[in-house]
């Protein structure tokens, strides 16, 4: 069965610094990935995907995302943190036609002045 | 589309009463879920729908929880009795050939 392990519960950062938000999996076959942001009170939007080809995969907001087969991972970027950026992010692993999203536990990132 | 439309957006409810949750999908989407989050569990799925037909309800935590899906634009949750632990936020969300999932906004129930 596939899993998702975010292993940062908690992240703070100055705005306009870097952040990256790690993210590492657990499947069998070849993964599609995702990465969802939840403000307050909201639900899960869906900020970026990977489903096949450049491994490197550009969402909203500025945020991008790099699959490293290699290492399991699909770790989340954006090169400058807006204070509008507080929020949970989510890291998931699906597969089409065949399993549904399965969540990690959340990274929540706190942007500081 | 509006997306996924989930009501009522807050519950609260006593203990024993019966509780239902509802979901309206994007038009379209043949595979519905429904999630329950929570500080302790995170995310879970309870059940997911592939064109109205229930395939997995193995995280439905208990007899108590049931959900039915009539057509494919509508869809309920329902807890019977409800108890305080099921306090949470319930999340519906929809998506083509099991692909990307849309979430609702969410319905956040409190059982006292």
């Known amino acids: 069965a596939q899993s998702v392990t975010q292993p940062d519960i908690h992240i703070t950062v100055s705005e306009g610094a870097s952040l990256e938000l790690r993210c590492n999996y657990s499947y069998g076959a070849t993964p599609y990935l995702f990465w969802y942001v939840q403000s307050p009170g909201q639900g899960l939007q869906l900020l970026l995907k990977?489903?096949?080809?450049?491994?490197l995969v550009q969402g909203i907001k500025g945020f991008e995302a790099e699959f490293k087969r290699s290492q399991s991972s699909f770790n989340l970027r954006k090169p400058s943190v807006h204070w509008s950026d507080a929020a949970e992010y989510f890291c998931a692993v699906g597969a089409r036609g065949n399993t549904p999203l399965v969540f990690g536990k959340g990274t929540r990132l706190s942007v500081i002045a | 589309d509006a997306g996924v439309i989930q009501s009522p957006r807050h519950e609260v409810t006593e203990m024993g009463q019966e509780v239902t949750l509802r979901c309206k999908p994007i038009?379209?989407?043949?595979?519905l879920f429904w999630y329950r989050q929570t500080m302790m569990r995170g995310l879970e799925l309870l059940i997911y729908f592939n064109n109205n037909v229930p395939i997995d309800d193995s995280g439905m935590p208990e007899d108590r929880f049931s959900a039915k899906m009539p057509n494919a634009s509508f869809s309920t949750l329902k807890i019977q009795p409800s108890e305080p632990r099921d306090s949470a936020v319930y999340f519906c969300?929809?998506?083509?050939?099991?692909?990307?999932?849309?979430f609702g906004q969410g319905t956040r129930l409190t059982v006292v």
């Open positions: 990977y489903f096949s080809g450049d491994t």
């Open positions: 969300a929809s998506s083509y050939l099991m692909t990307e999932a849309f």
């Open positions: 038009s379209g989407h043949d595979y």
